[in-house]
């Protein structure tokens, strides 16, 4: 069984639309996050949340947001994409964050918008 | 903000060889850090963990070292596998920060030579 996973594995999509990724864990973790790598590698934390609060890195567009159906699910939705949103994105999650624990990632999602 | 960053971007090592990977944190309240590996097309994998009260762990080839008078991380993989070809990111947590997540290093590229 995958702890994380998410979907779709690869996405293309033009400017200007409304995508989605989702992502499930199967772990019972309270917490899940976004992570955003760019061409260079970088991680970067894009929101982070459990079922008491959402954390949003405040350099993320409002164009992205989180939707959480349920603690076993986390996912983004992106409108208007832009060209500069072709990454690939990570869904992570953890037991608590607050006693500093690992987290665990998904496969990730290669956005490519043209 | 703080940010965790890495010395060398890319490490070319000999099958065999041990290698050393380095990284540098600047939040002094950082109390665990983790490396993680990413090998192609695949989400951060967990290799070792450590936490601020101790200054080195061990795993199985993996050693952690944490200096924190020098806010220094490094990872140690003896004897290198051509399986251990990936990039390797450092991250670190602050637990009194809340639910906000890791903060990743921007990893270093390990090459092992046949």
């Known amino acids: 069984d995958t702890a994380v996973s998410q979907t779709p594995k690869y996405l293309v999509t033009q400017m200007g639309n409304d995508k989605s990724i989702k992502c499930e864990q199967n772990l019972g973790h309270d917490t899940m996050y976004w992570y955003k790598q760019d061409s260079k590698k970088f991680l970067k934390i894009m929101f982070s949340?459990?079922?008491?609060?959402?954390?949003i890195n405040e350099t993320v567009p409002n164009r992205f947001s989180p939707k959480s159906p349920d603690k076993a699910h986390l996912n983004l939705h992106i409108n208007s994409l832009e060209l500069g949103d072709s990454a690939v994105y990570f869904c992570?999650?953890?037991?608590?964050?607050?006693?500093?624990?690992?987290?665990?990632f998904g496969q990730g999602t290669r956005l490519t918008v043209v | 903000g703080e940010s965790v960053g890495l010395h060398l971007p890319t490490l070319s090592v000999q099958e065999g060889d041990n290698s050393i990977i380095n990284c540098a944190y600047s939040?002094?309240?950082?109390?665990?850090f983790i490396w993680y590996k990413q090998e192609s097309g695949k989400g951060p994998q967990f290799i070792i963990d450590?936490?601020?009260?101790?200054d080195k762990r061990q795993g199985q080839r993996v050693t952690v070292l944490l200096n924190k008078t020098v806010k220094h991380l490094s990872l140690q993989i003896a004897a290198t596998q051509p399986g251990d070809s990936a990039v390797y990111f450092c991250?670190?947590?602050?637990?009194?920060?809340?639910?906000?997540?890791?903060?990743f290093g921007k990893g270093t590229h390990l090459i092992i030579q046949p």
């Open positions: 939040n002094s309240a950082s109390d665990y």
């Open positions: 992570a999650s953890s037991q608590d964050p607050r006693i500093g624990t690992e987290a665990f």
């Open positions: 450590i936490r601020s009260n101790m």
């Open positions: 991250a670190e947590n602050y637990s009194g920060g809340g639910a906000d997540g890791l903060t």
């Open positions: 949340y459990n079922n008491k609060e959402l954390i």
